[in-house]
């Protein structure tokens, strides 16, 4: 399993748009558990409900936890979303 | 039988109509929790599957009528609802539910998507609150058929109704058809909610703001809705019913007369011409302009793009909606005014804070200039759009010189950035601003200097020269057009913009408004731009006057002592002059 910790930069924190690129994301890699969450709470990457309902804000340091066969690509991926800003401006 | 309730809101979509009452059922009770067997949960998993893949078949039907009845803006409201059909875990915890209480798809479903919409409801910000009411939604419309009953009740109406809700959402409006939905009372909302944007849009009467018309009204009760004054009626008796009935019968034969004036300009008998333009919000009612004869649109509002979702719109987005727009004129003139966001409109991705007095705060032209990023994208777009049609854009709440040379530089920023990327665009673009705020209108005669034309902005120049807040309902019947001193300041910007032969249009409701109309003919207005569906009935009342009995009655009008005095001048003239139209001459005080 690899944990990495990253801070969201974006505007609104994880809000419907970038959720739903995240979620996005996870879902592709079927093999393996993406979890994401900050403090006590953690819950599965793949549900867009889960992770709204985080309502990260800005400047949260969101913790992602990957587990499975692909689980460099995964993180890499997660990492790059988190550290673009979610691509917010396109 | 009930009594009559009689009640007064605030009128948001012209027209008068009545019927009865349809209650929008927008939630489902609590499902009961019936048991069953150990051998049935394979079944109840198919059943809860099937009833998603129906209502993700409702929902991107949805989608496709609001894109092509109101626009892609409209329609993106409805990926939200689409993400959660593709939740897989959440729908794995209901499952697990079922599997683990021996329950029904519809108990579990309801139990596990409470939860979400509960939990949602509990958060502090309001981006994260909203989406409650998502969660809820798509949790009725999978229940609906889970039950086999659906949500759309709006669907299924055999008589012309009115519609009694609480508020309405985006989808809910996209069921409305405006052939059996024929009015719209709602508790909540202002003239910027959605039922007030969308119902203008669809050209249903409605009034909002009726507090509890919810709890009162029972389905089949009978409602009268007068959109032009804000009053509504419940269970009326014989004797009011059979008078409203009439006035709605007239007022209907006499709009459909007009449709012989549809091609004609608005012309006075001893020849004064005035463009009748349309205000619009969404590019899906730029169609109105041709169907109630407009001279184009005065005042394209582009908040709506904002407000409709919760990041900025990209470039090529807005490129798209203002293209929408320009192409449905076949060459009318379209004014398009820069984003109006702060004030009663928040504006969560520019990260707008609530202020204590948001009218006067951080807003429209002042959030443009702090950020550039925005305003200059917005300027890209409106310039791309300008090579499908005449365009002129509009900056909004000028209040001082410096603000327009700094909106100009970042017009001609945005220009040399197109330039230099080899864009196209119209490089003899019109520019103008709004008068809206008091300074702006006194020195109206140096801003006549630097720009190609003014549009008067009545609902803030009253505001703002008045002292009133307009949203504050302890004062917001101070709030008046007709006050003399924003006669005066009407007539003095007309005067400085003529004096530099630049045109000068008046946009706002007070345009729509038929009392005013030969006020604003006597002023000199060149154009007025209101509502698409008011245009009619003020060709009609134009073109039934002549210049020279406006300029009388403007006269008479601007040396009223007081708003009262002014109003009810001109309503009396109004009223003795037109009393063979069915015209309502109310107006606002």
Not at chain 2, 53 to 77: F, S, W
Not at chain 2, 101 to 125: H, M, P, T, Y
Not at chain 2, 150 to 172: F, K, N, R, V
Not at chain 2, 535 to 547: D, F, H, M, N, V
Request: glycine share 8%.
């Amino acid at each position: 399993m690899l944990v990495e910790r990253v801070t969201l930069l974006n505007k609104l924190g994880l809000h419907a748009r970038p959720a739903s690129r995240l979620v996005k994301i996870a879902a592709q890699y079927k093999e393996t558990t993406v979890e994401v969450g900050y403090g006590a709470e953690i819950i599965n990457a793949k549900s867009i409900l889960g992770v709204m309902m985080l309502a990260a804000g800005p400047g949260t340091e969101l913790e992602i936890r990957v587990d499975g066969p692909e689980e460099k690509e995964c993180l890499a991926e997660l990492v790059d979303l988190v550290n673009k800003k979610f691509f917010e401006d396109e | 039988m009930a009594r009559q309730l009689k009640y007064k809101g605030q009128a948001v979509s012209p027209g008068i109509a009545s019927g009865p009452a349809v209650l929008l059922r927008r939630q489902f009770r609590k499902p009961e929790c019936k048991k069953i067997d150990q051998a049935k949960v394979a079944n109840e998993v198919e059943r809860l599957y099937n009833a998603i893949d129906r209502a993700r078949t409702d929902i991107e039907g949805q989608r496709e009528r609001a894109t092509k009845g109101l626009g892609e803006t409209v329609a993106r409201i409805f990926d939200a609802h689409l993400m959660i059909l593709e939740d897989e875990p959440t729908f794995e915890i209901v499952i697990q539910q079922i599997n683990q209480d021996l329950c029904s798809a519809e108990a579990a479903l309801f139990q596990v998507f409470d939860g979400f919409a509960n939990r949602f409801e509990a958060q502090k910000e309001q981006i994260f609150r909203d989406r409650a009411q998502d969660v809820r939604e798509v949790c009725g419309r999978i229940l609906g058929h889970l039950i086999g009953r659906s949500t759309d009740t709006l669907l299924d109406i055999d008589e012309p109704s009115i519609l009694i809700a609480s508020e309405l959402g985006p989808s809910d409006v996209l069921q409305l058809d405006p052939e059996r939905i024929i009015g719209v009372a709602a508790d909540k909302g202002g003239a910027t909610s959605h039922t007030a944007i969308l119902t203008r849009a669809l050209g249903v009467p409605s009034v909002v703001g009726l507090h509890d018309i919810t709890r009162q009204a029972k389905p089949g009760n009978i409602v009268v809705v007068n959109g032009n004054s804000g009053k509504v009626v419940l269970r009326p008796t014989q004797r009011n019913l059979d008078r409203y009935k009439e006035k709605e019968t007239q007022y209907r034969a006499f709009v459909r007369s007009l449709r012989d004036i549809n091609e004609l300009p608005a012309e006075t008998k001893d020849g004064r011409k005035i463009h009748l333009g349309a205000n619009i919000e969404l590019p899906g009612e730029a169609r109105n302009v041709a169907r109630f004869g407009g001279d184009g649109i005065g005042l394209y509002r582009t908040e709506y793009l904002f407000l409709a979702q919760d990041t900025v719109p990209s470039e090529e987005q807005q490129v798209k909606e203002y293209t929408e727009v320009v192409k449905q004129l076949d060459g009318k003139p379209l004014v398009i005014r820069t984003f109006d966001l702060g004030g009663d409109k928040v504006f969560p991705a520019a990260g707008i804070p609530p202020e204590a007095n948001p009218f006067m705060g951080w807003r429209a032209i002042r959030v443009a200039l702090d950020r550039p990023e925005i305003f200059v994208t917005q300027l890209r777009a409106i310039l791309r759009a300008s090579v499908h049609g005449p365009i002129k854009v509009m900056f909004p709440m000028i209040s001082d010189m410096q603000e327009l040379k700094l909106a100009k530089g970042l017009f001609e920023e945005a220009k040399s950035q197109l330039r230099d990327e080899g864009i196209d665009y119209d490089p003899d673009m019109k520019v103008g601003i709004m008068i809206e705020v008091p300074s702006t209108a006194i020195l109206a005669d140096q801003f006549a200097k630097e720009v190609d034309f003014f549009s008067i902005g009545t609902n803030d120049l009253a505001q703002f020269t008045l002292a009133v807040d307009r949203g504050n309902e302890q004062v917001a019947h101070l709030h008046t057009v007709y006050h003399p001193s924003v006669l005066f300041l009407i007539s003095w910007t007309v005067e400085a913009a003529h004096h530099h032969n630049i045109p000068v249009a008046l946009c706002g409701e007070f345009a729509g408004d038929p009392a005013a109309s030969l006020l604003l003919l006597g002023l000199g207005l060149d154009e007025i731009s209101m509502s698409p569906v008011r245009i009619p009935e003020i060709k009609k009342l134009i073109r039934s006057a002549t210049q020279k009995e406006a300029y009388e009655i403007t006269q008479k009008v601007l040396t009223s002592k007081s708003s009262r005095e002014a109003h009810d001048r001109l309503v009396r003239r109004m009223k003795q002059r037109f009393a063979e139209l069915p015209i309502w001459f109310g107006g606002k005080q």
